[in-house]
């Protein structure tokens, strides 16, 4: 039981470049969602979803998409990186309402 | 708004000493909140969840509706639980969290 897997842990891009984050869970959990991780911000939801084939959008969803065509899989795409973009993203997965989120390990992005 | 404050960034306390991390909320219905804390540069984990009212390394947490409230308390801080806190609040049917911007709890012998 690995919980919650993000690849890549480090990542640099140039300006313009795009890629996919990815994101894994094997608890069978139904609610996934991506968040980045920025000094003094705390953390920001950019999108959830709450089943295969459901996604939203959460407050940072700019830049962002995602899709989820599987329970297990839900990957975060940079569509045209900016060096906004910089940041820890974390991915998390949750089972029952009120069991909590599992957190993956992050993915440590830099845009230059 | 559905918004989570945490006043304090930092929150500097001996060992033994009591802590107490405060943690405000804004929602309009009955919220769900947990805390998380973050070891220096590590994944975040669930440390408490405010419905199973249950004690995780000395730490507790009661949800107090009328000051729409949810502190972290432990008794006797140690050097290890030095670590950034965050509270965090289920919003909307989505089930996605808002979290609070954090504080760093720093134990110091």
């Known amino acids: 039981n690995a919980g919650v897997t993000q690849t890549p842990k480090f990542q640099v891009l140039k300006t313009g470049q795009s890629m996919t984050l990815q994101c894994a869970q094997d608890m069978n959990h139904e609610y996934m969602s991506w968040y980045r991780q920025d000094p003094g911000m705390g953390l920001r939801l950019i999108h959830y979803s709450v089943g295969a084939g459901i996604t939203d959008q959460g407050e940072v969803p700019n830049g962002y998409n995602v899709s989820r065509s599987t329970t297990e899989d839900f990957p975060l795409r940079l569509l045209s990186a900016a060096p906004s973009q910089t940041s820890v993203y974390f991915c998390?997965?949750?089972?029952?309402?009120?069991?909590?989120?599992?957190f993956g390990s992050g993915t440590r992005l830099t845009v230059v | 708004a559905q918004r989570v404050t945490q006043p304090e960034k930092l929150l500097s306390v001996f060992k033994g000493a009591p802590v107490e991390l405060k943690c405000n909320y804004s929602y309009s219905g009955s919220p769900e909140l947990f805390w998380y804390v973050q070891y220096s540069r590590q994944r975040l984990q669930l440390l408490l969840r405010?419905?199973s009212r249950e004690s995780i390394k000395g730490f507790t947490a009661d949800l107090n509706k009328g000051e729409t409230s949810f502190h972290l308390k432990k008794p006797f801080a140690q050097e290890e639980d030095s670590a950034m806190y965050y509270c965090a609040l289920v919003i909307g049917s989505g089930y996605a969290l808002n979290f609070g911007k954090g504080t760093s709890l720093l134990v110091t012998p």
């Open positions: 998390a997965s949750s089972g029952p309402r009120d069991g909590g989120y599992t």
């Open positions: 405010h419905i």
